[in-house]
Each structure stands twice: as C-alpha cells, then as structure tokens.
C-alpha cells in the first residue's frame, strides 16, 4: 500500500534562517506531488505541485521554493524565512492530476 | 471561474444528532470532480470521496452518506448518528478536468463539534 512520510512534524525557526521540509512516498511510482499551506487552522492554499522529477508549477509568489530531486520525493525550501511563513504546511500525492489526493500529516512551522 | 462555498462556519451537535455539512460549487465545465475531506484535530486531511460530475448517484458508507445535485450545483455531507470521533473540520474540494493544469479549488472547511 501507498504511504506517505512527511517530516518534521513541528518546526520552530527564527526569522531568517532557512527552511527545508521533506516528503516522500511510498509504494508508487511516478506520483503527483503537492505542497499546501494551511494559515490559521482553516483555507488550504496550494503552493507547488509537481508531476514528475525536475517539473514544479508554483501557484503563488512567495518566499519559499520546491524541489522533486527524486521520483517519490518532494522538498520544499526557503533561504530566509519570514515570519508570515508560519503555519501548517502539508504534503499531498495523487496518481493522475485530478484523483484523489493523500495527505502527510503536516508539519507545524512557526517563524519567530 | 470557480468556487466553492461552504457556508457554515462551524457546527455544533449533540451526540447521535444527524448533521449535514453544505458544499456550494460554480464552475463552467461540464466535467469536474468533487472531494470531501475531513481534517480531525491531528491535523492531517483525510479523502472521503470523489464523485465524477456525470454520477449524480448519491453516495453511502456506513454513517455517511453524500447528495450530488447538478441542479443545485450542491454536493452536500450528511453524517449520521454523529458521534464524538466526528469532531473535525470538514473540506469540500473541486477540480476541472480541463487540461494539464492542475486546479484544485477548496472551500474554506465547516468545524463540525459533537457534543456528548
């Protein structure tokens, strides 16, 4: 069965300092992989999908970055962070661009 | 452009109460897909069902149960005999099956609170 891996569950960072999150799949191949941001426990906002190695779309303009350097693999980045990067940031995967999507279980970042 | 609508900010219900969570959509497709997920406390979203724009068949499984109506343009939840593991907020999503581009819309979730 597929599964997906998502760490570290909470992160605190200062204001500044980088940020790298990982994600990564299990039992699939060639997945579509998402980044969302949840602010304020409510409204997901998609922030990078990929669907296949080396292929991101980003969805809104911002401080943060994605990289897919592997089939099942998806991180995102920044160099700096802000504090209005805090919030809950999750890792999704699907099999074709409009399935169904399967959830990591989120990683808290909170900027301070 | 599209949208979705979920009106209801939070619900609260009492324990073995039937509940039902609104989902609103606009789109100008003819072929789309609608999600529900529900998101408990922990934090990670949970898929509970897709439903292809051409199947208006209403959906059951166990407690829950789901109404598509094209009319209406209304993908609405029902749960029911609620009960406390309930308690979540709960997403309805939308998709065009337009072209390459991926476009998934969310509504803005409904907390749902059962109360024992």
């Known amino acids: 069965s597929q599964t997906i891996h998502q760490w570290p569950a909470t992160l605190v960072q200062p204001v500044g300092s980088p940020l790298s999150l990982e994600c990564t799949v299990e039992g699939t191949s060639n997945p579509n992989l998402y980044w969302y941001r949840q602010a304020a426990g409510r409204g997901l906002q998609l922030l990078f999908y990929?669907?296949?190695?080396?292929?991101i779309s980003s969805e809104v303009p911002q401080n943060l970055s994605a990289s897919r350097p592997q089939d099942r693999q998806f991180i995102l980045s920044s160099k700096k962070l802000l504090l209005s990067d805090s919030g809950f940031y999750l890792c999704?995967?699907?099999?074709?661009?409009?399935?169904?999507?399967?959830f990591g279980q989120g990683t808290r970042l909170t900027v301070v | 452009a599209q949208k979705v609508t979920q009106a209801q900010t939070e619900i609260s219900v009492v324990e073995k109460e039937d509940v039902t969570l609104d989902c609103v959509y606009e789109t100008r497709d003819t072929t789309y897909y609608l999600f529900w997920y529900k998101q408990p406390p922990s934090g990670e979203l949970v898929f509970l069902i897709r439903?292809?724009?051409?199947d208006e068949q209403n959906e059951i499984s166990g407690r829950y149960s789901w109404n598509f109506q094209k009319s209406t343009s209304s993908f609405n939840f029902t749960i029911t005999a609620s009960q406390v593991v309930d308690s979540a907020v709960y997403f309805c999503a939308l998709s065009e099956a337009k072209d390459s581009n991926y476009q998934l819309i969310w509504g803005a979730g409904t907390k749902l609170i059962i109360k024992p």
């Open positions: 990929s669907v296949g190695i080396g292929q």
């Open positions: 439903r292809n724009s051409f």
């Open positions: 999704a995967w699907s099999v074709r661009i409009r399935s169904e999507a399967f």
